[in-house]
């Protein structure tokens, strides 16, 4: 669907990280309304061939779990492989995303984290007593794994939490800073910048995102960028207003250790609010500042 453009080549290329690390795609009914895609090491399939089972064994897992934009092979392509050198990884793609599919009217960040929780429970998963799983989230990515690991540790199960990350995202979000940045972004409500409709909205999107002077984008890519930002845009939209609908819920502190990894220079979530999330997240929770970085610095 996406041609034969620049943006169908960095899709193959993002793809062939993956599977370079040993991940293959695929897909579980979670229940009897939602259908998860995801991309995981054979080990943690219910029926991984032989090699894999004698090269992997009992490995910790890490949950990459991705933020708006493109597929999710684009944001966890660069730590595919080296991630994959110690852990067993688990990539799923968030509903409304790309592959994954409900009929459910749940629309929620902690509907979202319900949904890999089913996947993980899931008979189509190996996951065993006491085997630890690290949850790692990214901008909106961040909300569902700060869910998951409540939803984990509450739900009890196959799997200890051991670790989360939450990398750029603001957990201690409120309505006034979806306000600042529709205004910093020059329009009325924050959707029109997070799910771009135009090649306008997606350069300004691009523009707050990344760190540095603007970079030169042919309208002929930006096109074709936009096609993966359009994917079921009208339930991303929904999915920020459940997030909105979601502002008066309380961020309590983990039992886990924390970190929180922000870029210096993020223009979606000023570096402030790290400090606010580690506050809300309590003694257990460690800030990591990555210096000459915007909103995504595990990209740049």
């Known amino acids: 669907a996406m041609g034969f453009g620049v943006v169908s080549l960095l899709n193959a290329v993002f793809r062939r990280a993956f599977t370079s690390a040993g991940l293959r795609p695929s897909s579980v009914a979670v229940d009897a ?29 890490v949950v990459l779990i991705h933020g708006f934009g493109p597929d999710p092979t684009w944001q966890w392509a660069a730590q595919a492989g080296p991630l994959s050198k110690h852990f067993d990884l688990i990539v799923p793609t968030l509903l409304f995303f790309g592959a994954s599919t409900t009929r459910a009217p749940g629309r929620s960040d902690a509907f979202q984290a319900a949904a890999i929780a089913q996947l993980l429970a899931s008979d189509s998963l190996v996951g065993g007593e006491g085997r630890v799983v690290h949850v790692v989230g990214t901008s909106y990515g961040g909300l569902v794994a ?76 930006a096109r074709d960028l936009l096609r993966c930002f359009a994917v079921q845009r009208e339930g991303k939209i929904e999915l920020i207003k459940g997030i909105a609908s979601g502002h008066g819920f309380q961020i309590t502190p983990l039992p886990q250790e924390v970190l929180i990894v922000w870029g210096e220079f993020d223009q979606i979530f000023p570096v402030a609010k790290a400090h606010k999330v580690k506050e809300k997240l309590g003694e257990k929770a460690t800030v990591r500042i990555i210096p000459n970085t915007g909103h995504l610095p595990q990209q740049e």
């Open 146 to 221: 700060y869910h998951l690991a409540r939803a984990l540790q509450q739900g009890g199960g196959a799997w200890t939490v051991g670790k989360v990350a939450v990398c750029s995202s603001d957990l201690a979000k409120g309505p006034e800073d979806d306000r600042a940045l529709a205004a910093k972004g020059g329009v009325a409500d924050v959707t029109e910048l997070m799910v771009p409709a135009d090649t306008k909205a997606l350069r300004r999107l691009m523009d707050i995102c990344a760190h540095g002077p603007p970079k030169y984008l042919p309208e002929c890519l």
């Open 33 to 61: 309304d939602t259908t998860l895609h995801f991309w995981a090491h054979p080990s943690l399939l219910s029926s991984p061939d032989a090699e894999s089972k004698q090269q992997r064994g009992r490995r910790p897992v």
